[in-house]
């Protein structure tokens, strides 16, 4: 990992990924952009029952929308959708229970529901980043599983049925420690060298990026985009970074400060104006690498990756 490139992003994200950041930000905000009335559209949110997945979910909610909580834990699930219905006053909330790090379990999921639901808006924001280099029980990586395959089964899954509604969106929650790293397809789950969970969730992060450009290239009819949420004080941020959260704690963006381009890319007539697979953070797209930082892939180095991706999801297929 560049030391330059990791210096150069750690000033940048004082200054830009904080709460102070996003308060400079929001003075150019139009509050009309929420002023969504969603009764008729459909959001799928995964990893909702907490973090930024929530605050997004509620937000959504608050609005009318329908949505589908997709989370791995039935008993905080329940907890989280009980929190929603009773602050936005909907009954249209679901649960639904699926490991993202299951790739069999991600396709069984998505063939099921789109046999029996549409689906306006599909939001990528189920995380993690385990830092001891861990297998699921189908051998991958666990990091590379969620945060990676799991995005790209559930996605290409649902494209179709996306296709199928007006003015179908994809918003994936990626991350600005994505800058840190250039694409490395030689070794997608991490068996080389010392394992570096953080390493590893940024080099996911930039793969979502890279697949977001992707897919928006390949499916004209679907709005796609990616996005950094800043720094946000979140239980995954608590327990993945503990020695970062325990410095930054008060420089920390809230729970819906991160979520705020979340569902401004969801649900504002203003994002579809601009072109599709690009990344946003605080509402406006901006650059997907630092200057001079070397970290941009190949043409060929992209096709690597989907060529991979696409082989593991046909193998857990069911």
């Known amino acids: 990992m560049s030391i330059y490139r ?3 992003w ?3 994200g004082l200054q830009e990924y904080t709460k102070s950041g996003y308060e400079a930000a929001a003075k150019h905000f139009s509050p009309a952009d929420l002023d969504a009335n969603l009764s008729d559209r459909c959001f799928m949110v995964t990893g909702a029952n907490s973090g930024i997945g929530k605050a997004t979910a509620q937000e959504i909610a608050k609005r009318g929308g329908t949505v589908h909580m997709v989370c791995r834990n039935k008993e905080r699930a329940e907890t989280a959708k009980g929190e929603i219905v009773a602050q936005s006053k909907n009954e249209n909330v679901h649960v639904h229970i699926v490991d993202m790090s299951s790739a069999r ?17 599909l939001i990528n924001n189920a995380g993690c980043m385990v830092n001891q280099r861990e297998l ?3 051998g991958l990586e666990k990091n590379f599983a969620t945060n990676t395959l799991g995005t790209y089964i559930l996605t290409t899954a649902l494209i179709p049925a996306l296709k199928k ?3 179908p969106r994809v918003v994936t929650v990626s991350s600005g420690g994505m800058l840190t790293q250039k694409l490395n397809v030689d070794d997608l789950q991490f068996e080389k060298g010392t394992f570096d969970g953080t390493m590893a969730y940024a080099q996911n992060k930039r793969q979502q990026v890279i697949l977001t450009e992707r897919w928006a290239s390949q499916h004209k009819e679907i709005h796609f985009s990616s996005m950094h949420p800043g720094w946000a004080d979140t239980p995954a941020v608590q327990s993945s970074m503990p020695s970062f959260h325990a410095k930054m704690q008060s420089k920390l963006r809230t729970e819906a400060m991160g979520a705020d381009t979340v569902v401004w890319l969801a649900v504002s007539p203003a994002a579809v104006k601009l072109p599709s697979g690009q990344f946003f953070q605080d509402r406006k797209p901006v650059a997907t690498h630092l200057p001079l930082a070397s970290s941009r892939s190949s043409p060929q180095e992209e096709e690597k990756l989907l060529a991979a991706l696409e082989e593991f999801a046909q193998k857990f297929k069911p």
């Open 6 to 8: 990791n210096a150069v």
């Open 10 to 12: 750690f000033v940048k």
């Open 105 to 121: 379990q991600v396709w069984e999921f998505a063939q099921s529901f789109s046999q029996n639901n549409k689906l306006h808006v």
């Open 136 to 138: 699921t029980e189908e």
């Open 165 to 167: 509604a007006e003015d």
